[in-house]
């Protein structure tokens, strides 16, 4: 069965620092990875996605993602955060395709910015 | 607009009444899904469905009800309202080519 460890529970970093929030995967086949974050009463909102070739993908707001395929790893960074990053992050794996189980969450990370 | 929403945004209900969230779709996507959100459990999917008339259990389906008559419509119905029922509840639409999955803003609910 497919699933996704989010180590970091909680993390905080100041504003204008560097970010990193780690995402493991177990999954038996190539995965399609994902990283959404959730404002506060929002819903989840796509960061960025990667489905085969370039390991590092770019998404919105700033954020990359480094596929290691080797560690099972699918690392969430930014360079400088900005106060208005403070979300839930969630990384997801899939099958892609519009598979029928959907996606598997991790539990999320709580990024805090501190001034 | 296309989209996902959802209604109602926020309800209290007490236990043992029948609870019904409502989920509409404007992409015509045809896999759609409810989820559950609670602190320390995450994202757990409760149920799904491939296409009109075919739905199936996800992870948490227990205490739960889903229909699909119209693609565009996936209500949950909690048929018998419990405490530990009381979530954020998520419906969501699936892109057939990425997988990626569009979510609406969630529906509040309180069980007392």
């Known amino acids: 069965a497919q699933s996704v460890t989010q180590p970091d529970i909680h993390i905080t970093v100041s504003e204008g620092a560097s970010l990193e929030l780690r995402c493991n995967y177990s999954y038996g086949a190539t995965p399609y990875l994902f990283w959404y974050v959730q404002s506060p009463g929002q819903g989840l909102q796509l960061l960025l996605k990667?489905?085969?070739?370039?390991?590092l993908v770019q998404g919105i707001k700033g954020f990359e993602a480094e596929f290691k395929r080797s560690q099972s790893s699918f690392n969430l960074r930014k360079p400088s955060v900005h106060w208005s990053d403070a979300a839930e992050y969630f990384c997801a794996v899939g099958a892609g395709g519009g598979g029928a189980d959907g996606l598997t969450f991790g539990k999320g990370t709580h990024l805090i910015i501190q001034p | 607009d296309a989209g996902i929403t959802q209604s109602p945004r926020y309800k209290i209900t007490e236990t043992g009444r029948q609870v019904t969230l409502m989920c509409h779709q404007t992409?015509?996507?045809?896999?759609m899904f409810w989820y559950r959100q609670d602190l320390g459990h995450g994202l757990r999917l409760i149920y799904y469905s491939a296409a009109a008339d075919i739905t199936d259990k996800g992870e948490v389906p227990d205490g739960y009800v889903v229909s699909r008559s119209k693609t565009e419509n996936f209500p949950l119905t909690l048929e018998s309202a419990t405490r530990s029922q009381t979530s954020v509840y998520f419906c969501?639409?699936?892109?057939?080519?990425?997988?990626?999955?569009?979510f609406g803003e969630g529906s509040r609910l309180t069980v007392l």
């Open positions: 990667y489905f085969s070739g370039d390991t």
């Open positions: 992409w015509s996507h045809s896999y």
């Open positions: 969501a639409s699936n892109s057939l080519r990425t997988g990626e999955l569009f």
